[in-house]
């Protein structure tokens, strides 16, 4: 994150979270215009009673109009997002190469941290502080839901969350999809409890496999805890995962050698949400998961993808294929090289 960024949130923390806020209601009401407050809450992913707050203050700001058929903006308001609109892309887009990489890719945002994650591990804790900086930006001012998914570059980015982000904040985490086996600290059920230990949130937990038979899905269904479980992940203003490599996340859920050449030969390259998918972003395959569907994806208002590595670059623009537009991805600058100039070019 840029230099003026960091600054800022040093010495007003709050500061950037409210304008960041109050340009993203400005700017739906400049889109959608005449928009109700109900509207721009759930575009937004925040309470209507936070947008009444907000959208009342801007009123007296003399920013807005507000219509019994709806919000528009005043001849102020509209300069004002103009105006805002620069700074936020001073603020918010850090390097050419982010906005490059956020064009090719057809997403909201893109972060780039130094180095390669395959060669030097540092480049974990650069991508934890660039996620804990992007939840405090996008999570609300208010009860929020986190949905995360397992995976073992989730579980590192998460040791560097911080209180930080529970100020002004009720944050619960919720696992976005049940135990795959194997290490058990990578499964989202133990990457919760560790947000929530470091930000001083609370979190739940799904106990069962990620991976269940038709019938026994529907039952599980209706199961009182996982259903609420369920519920939580319904409702959440920020979703987190990885993207894995097709071959590593097939192994993973016990996939034998047949059931592995069969994935070889529909040649796909990654895994998310229990979808494989190949170079061109088809999906050849899927597992019945109890959790987070990847079409319910589009009914999210954040989402944070993290993969980084340039062995992850080829699996990381297949998925994008299908990323919903207000995706915001963290990587590094060797699979971001790739993507862009199809080589590392690290320096």
Sequence with gaps: MNTDLSLLELLVPDALK?????????????????????????????????????????????????????????????SVVKDAAQIVDRLFNASQAEVKLAEKLEIDRTIIVAGDSDLQGRVYDLAGEELNSALNL??????CIVTVMGGKTIAKVAKKLTPSLSENRKIKFVPGRGALGGRVNTESNAIVQEMARATGGSYESLFLPEQVPKDAYRSLLHDPEISEV??????????????????????????????????????????????????????????????????????VPHIIAVAM??????????????APHQTWLITDEAASNLILNGKTRLK
Excluded at 138 to 143: A, E, I, Q, R
Excluded at 309 to 322: F, H, L, S, T
């Design 18 to 78: 409210i304008f960041r806020q109050r340009y993203l209601i400005l700017e739906q009401i400049s889109l959608h215009a005449p928009v109700g407050r109900r509207n721009v809450a759930i575009r937004l992913g925040l309470s209507e009673r936070n947008i009444r707050t907000e959208t009342e203050y801007l009123r007296k700001l003399g920013l807005i109009e507000i219509h019994n058929y709806g919000m528009v903006l005043t001849e102020k308001g509209e």
């Design 138 to 143: 996008l999570l609300p001012l208010s009860d």
């Design 230 to 299: 369920l519920q939580d992940i319904s409702r959440s203003d920020v979703v987190i995962h990885g993207i894995g490599l097709a071959d590593e996340m097939a192994r993973r859920r016990g996939y034998d050698p047949l059931a592995l050449a069969k994935l070889r030969e529909n040649k796909a390259v990654t895994e998310c949400f229990g979808c494989f998918f190949d170079d061109e972003g088809h999906v050849v395959e899927r597992i019945r998961q109890v959790g987070l569907q990847f079409e319910t994806l589009t009914n």
């Design 309 to 322: 590595g340039a062995r992850k670059a080829e699996a990381i623009q297949a998925y994008m294929r299908n």
